[in-house]
């Protein structure tokens, strides 16, 4: 987009990431927001702990003799920076606390990140990496939108030739290493991508608080059908969540929650920060855990939409109490009224007025004359056909499944690890009896408050019945948990 000079000259004035970059103590508000949120990537921290951090933080800076640049107490600055004019904090009440607390705004974020880009330009600027991730996009994008099967088949079997090059290559001796500078660059460009998405959590988190505040300002100031309220309510939250951000963020959160995914995730972290050539850039500790990071910041986007939920169930709750009491109120008015001319009655024709053209009135007679249900004659006799011979073998072909020998397979395979799926779980421990043990492990699921049914996820699953014929199950992802005992 192009900047017009008058939309920058407002912006200026009123942009709260332009005013902090502006603002006289501006390095002084910056450094101390980073320290104490981002460096540890805080989404909230309360009042009294912020007000004592900033203490030491301006004592730190005071100590050398710099007393008249702070004159202020540490609570005056906090409730300047969560001033509307400010825009820089943002104080809110957590749920189930009297005492506020305090975060971090999207403006603030992006002002923060503005300001990292300007010290990085002192590293050395990294162009291939970025190249090669710009080329990989447009790949994505053009063989994602090809409908066309010859040509993506086409492209599949080039990308199993040069792969088969790749392996042939290694089988000869032949072995492509990054060089440092390689690894380097390609690190620096995925811990700048890990902070600015931790960033980004907040303007999705910022956004759906809108929405619960437009809500709210509905509901307060609503006067009509209550119908007609929750259908453009949910309306509202259906656009949010069908929007381009909604997607994304619910494609991200499928695939950070997954046990495989994470599993990966750390492993390659773990092998990544073993790399010699990346020992002067691996002090910030951070990154080891930014998967962690993102769940607990993708957390606070789901109790925003939780918290949403349950305004929706206070009002409908609120609003039936509400009608029933204003019906009850009628009622008894009319109780009143009524009683008022037990002795007096009206002494001319028109006792009350009725709205409308004419009162429809239902005569006795126009109702239908009881009809007695028909009786249904059960006849108790069994028929006698003769003597037949039954095969009672089928009565003692039945399938028992051992449950306790299941609970005891999912128990030694949990001994190794945190979690397993039910699909990993049987390639090592195949099925016995077939689909009947299947559902067997469905029931430990559902009775184990350890245990997690994705409905979302899907696996298949296969076995061979007594037949000899393959049979194969698509079922939802099932993760079983290992148990916390009190000793850790």
Not at 86 to 115: N, V
Not at 408 to 422: F, H, K
Request: overall charge negative.
């Amino acid at each position: 987009m192009s900047l017009n000079y008058f939309d920058l000259k407002n912006m200026r004035k009123s942009h709260p990431s332009w005013r902090l970059m502006t603002a006289e103590n501006g390095p002084f508000i910056a450094g101390f927001l980073d320290l104490v949120f981002r460096e540890n990537n805080s989404r909230s921290i309360y009042e009294s702990e912020l007000v004592m951090r900033l203490e030491d933080y301006i004592y730190s800076l005071t100590s050398g003799g710099a007393e008249q640049e702070f004159p202020r107490n540490a609570a005056d600055y906090l409730d300047e920076w969560a001033d509307n004019n400010r825009g820089w904090l943002r104080k809110f009440y957590p749920q189930g606390s009297d005492e506020p607390s305090y975060d971090l705004t999207p403006a603030t974020e992006k002002a923060l990140q503005w300001m990292d880009a300007i010290f990085e330009k002192q590293q050395f600027v990294g162009t291939e990496s970025r190249l090669f991730a710009g080329f990989d996009l447009l790949r994505q994008i053009v063989y994602g939108v090809e409908q066309d099967e010859k040509k993506r088949i086409d492209n599949l079997r080039e990308q199993k030739r040069e792969l088969n090059e790749q392996i042939k290559a290694i089988e000869a001796g032949d072995v492509p290493m990054l060089n440092k500078r390689e690894v380097r660059e390609r690190f620096i460009q995925f811990s700048r991508t890990a902070r600015e998405l931790l960033g980004d959590f907040r303007m999705v988190e910022q956004n759906f608080r809108e929405l619960d505040h437009n809500v709210r300002e509905q509901i307060a100031s609503w006067t009509g059908d209550k119908g007609e309220l929750l259908s453009t309510i949910f309306g509202e939250h259906d656009d949010i969540e069908q929007t381009e951000q909604g997607q994304s963020f619910r494609a991200f959160w499928d695939f950070i929650m997954s046990s495989d995914s994470q599993e990966e995730f750390t492993m390659l972290l773990d092998r990544v920060f073993e790399l010699d050539e990346l020992e002067d850039l691996t002090d910030d500790i951070r990154l080891k855990r930014v998967h962690f990071d993102w769940i607990n910041a993708g957390e606070q986007t789901q109790k925003m939409v939780a918290r949403l939920s349950r305004q929706l169930r206070r009002f409908l709750d609120d609003k039936s109490y509400y009608e029933n009491k204003r019906i009850t109120k009628l009622l008894d008015g009319i109780d009143r009224n009524a009683l008022g001319l037990r002795d007096d009655p009206p002494s001319d024709n028109k006792f009350m007025m009725i709205s409308g053209f004419k009162p429809s009135f239902n005569l006795p007679m126009e109702r239908p004359l009881f009809s007695p249900p028909l009786k249904i004659v059960l006849d108790s006799m069994i028929p006698s056909v003769g003597e037949v011979e039954i095969d009672s073998s089928a009565l003692f072909n039945q399938t028992v499944v051992d449950k306790e020998k299941l609970k005891r397979n999912i128990d030694n395979e949990l001994r190794a690890q945190s979690q397993i799926s039910l699909g990993t779980l049987l390639t090592r421990c195949p099925l016995e009896e077939g689909l009947a043990e299947l559902v067997t492990y469905f029931t430990i699921a559902e009775d184990d408050a350890h245990s997690f049914i994705n409905e979302e996820e899907h696996e298949s699953v296969s076995w061979s019945d007594g037949g000899g014929i393959v049979r194969t199950a698509d079922m939802p992802k099932i993760i079983f948990q290992k148990r916390m005992t009190d000793d850790g």
